[in-house]
DNA sequence: CTGAAAGCGCTAACAG
DNA sequence: CTGTTAGCGCTTTCAG
């Protein structure tokens, strides 16, 4: 009963052809951008394109030119800030450069695998790993045709396949050091996943800086990178009788889970209290109601890397796989006690570095 | 220099039809859940399909078959949570039906069309615009072309498109009684963007209630659904000299924002000092620290309307566009002072409705 | 500069 | 149940 007609289907370059009276492919050179046409031709088409309304098909594009221009990204659905950062800004470069996003959602906990092998039916042109795992059969499937992969803020033991971190063992020495200089003695660490590299690398850091300096006893908590075990995890760190007065999550989203719980449930002032120290740098981590202290993973570039990597491996055919680390700092902000020294001001961002005296290794 | 050869292209059904010593067709059969093959066929196809590494070739079946098997999905690039949500249950929600999501980010405040006009070109099977206008010449394109489109938490004037929204113009009405109940004096409105439906209707509810008791004057910030944009308005706000007692955020987003300048920068605890209300009942405004008190658009029903809308009108042809609103609660936490009567508990949710003597029109 | 013709990898009738 | 035969809409030689 719809006014309109019963919805033609989108037209093609014949149709748009025989409107203008040349050739299909006279159509498909038109819509190349390094084709030849005369201006004639290219007027006649143009115009006839505009009226029946023609866009070019792109799945059939795909086909022939054996590229889809589109890249994998799969991505942890557990709402954690960071990832749509990432995503964010991942569409968007790829966007100016002619590449779309294909999404993934998994679960973390998840094998990824049955997530892939669907990705890879898509003949996507890359894949993207956002902190997810890759099996070394697929890593190896992937190499052999050709796909380029690049796990972004998580990588294979293997060393296989190209990755993008942050600095993560440094980061959880100088958090460490940072605690240390401020004078806490009682520490805890709560993990992400412990099949997660980044989780790890970050508390090796962390706990050899401690042991360097004769701390043993580190209270652990594994939050799963989850809101929920986050939650949990925080609350039984704060429960314990001898409650740590300096805890380091394995990322922001945690850590500010933990602010929260610890001034709402436990009456507890983070920076004065106990001390919270995160790992990402999220931008709500900026905000004045956290002041989260923390070190950063600067996204904007960790993206940019990714995408060039991306590019490049399409563009050279056998590209060595690239182990990028993208250097990050510790922010100063409020929710950790701060130590006397060491703290640099550029603008309104507040880094801090081991003062020399201390910094012999 | 690779050790491994360089890298054959991903095997096609002819390949494996070889090895296996049966048509092309019948490896086509063999991967098509809905046909016929002998056993023996069967097994020899899916061995030679394993030895070689096959994968059906989506592009090629896409092509064919005239259906992607892809959803566009657009959604603005501003750092809200509530988005982060709706894309991750989009995702995950239209993966279980077989479908995938072909991401793309905007600029809220530029035109859409571009954007749009490039997803057109990969033959999405459909479109869902997360907070993103639509211009009448392309809903009028699309509904030619027979593709199913749902603005998602957005509506058009004409409701020549599909939506699913939230009570918006009902919700912005409760939140004004919720704190006329609560016997605040000083109304202010942080707008979204002025060309967003649901920003207008929300205030429009609101507005509107109040001036049905007498209240015309009420303050108004454009945050324009940004973190800069809303620091901004309600900095504005609080400065001032006769700065409101109950600021109403166009989203949770913003009203986060709000709760963490208003302690952070003005030194006024919210819920005591001044009331903060949102809209969305976003996961982070329930983190104790926040304690949000808002009205809710439950993103799982709303994702559910979406498939299902979307599902539907890739069955039946001419199904015509539905307006759907789901409905939502005030949901009361603390970050707003609270009525002496109409709270109802259930389980850890609070909510608020007019008591009964109130209710009348 | 232009048209004709040959596919990209796959599905869908159609005969056997 | 199986193989053969047309294409899906487009890019790309290849002659003209």
Redesign the pocket.
Known sequence: MSSSGPTR?????????KLA?????????V??P?????P???ERVLAAAEQLG????????S????RSHLIGVVVPGNGNPFYQQALEQLSAAFATQGYRVLLFTTDQDMPSDPVLEEVLRYKVDALVLVSTGLSSRFAEECLQIGLPVVMFNRKTDSDASSSVTGENRKGGKRVAEYLLAGGHRRFAYVAGLEQSSTSRDREAGFTQCLAKHGIQQIERQVGGYSAAGAERAIRALLSLKRAPDAVFCANDHMALIAISIARGEFGLEPGTDLSIVGFDDILMGTWPIFGLTTYSQPVGRMVERTVEIVLRQLADQPAAPVQDVVSGQLIVRDSARKPNAGITVEGDRRTWAPPAAVRAR
């Open positions: 289907r989108p037209a093609t370059a014949h149709e748009v052809a009276g040349v050739s299909q492919s006279a159509v498909s050179r819509f190349t390094g084709a030849s046409a005369s004639a031709t290219r023609y866009r070019p098909n792109l799945v059939a594009r086909l022939i030119m054996g």
